[in-house]
Nanobody
Framework: QVQLVESGGGLVQPGGSLRLSCAAS????????IGWFRQVPGKEREGVAC????????DFADSVKGRFAISRDNAKNTVYLQMNSLKPEDTAVYYC?????????????????WGQGTQVTVSS
């Protein structure tokens, strides 16, 4: 079965850290650009961190630069989002996605396979 499954979300206090994982099955993650997106009810989906299939190119939302990092482990067919210095405004459902077309950063229209999402809540 071809799918992406996110995990690692939860409740964390402001200033804390979380690491999200996205495991791919049924296809080879190394062949695709990967991205993490987030969405809050009533707002548009936002690209958070994206990486090209080569791993050379990355794209981050200004709001997370210096705090979030994206990585991929092709041997495990898994992509990660390390989130540090979390803020209440980081609260959202986080989705991972893959795209196979030309690299376009975190433009969501370039990603065509999506996971179900994992909730991240930053609150004291």
């Amino acid at each position: 079965q071809v799918q992406l499954v996110e995990s690692g979300g939860g409740l964390v206090q402001p200033g804390g850290s979380l690491r999200l994982s996205c495991a791919a099955s049924g296809f080879t993650l190394a062949n695709y650009h990967i991205g993490w997106f987030r969405q809050v009810p009533g707002k548009e989906r936002e690209g958070v961190a994206c990486m090209s299939r080569s791993g050379v190119l990355t794209d981050f939302a200004d709001s997370v630069k210096g705090r979030f990092a994206i990585s991929r482990d092709n041997a495990k067919n898994t992509v990660y989002l390390q989130m540090n210095s979390l803020k209440p405004e980081d609260t959202a459902v986080y989705y991972c996605a893959t795209g196979g077309l030309n690299w376009g950063g975190c433009a969501s229209r370039r990603y065509d396979r999506w996971g179900q999402g994992t909730q991240v809540t930053v609150s004291s």
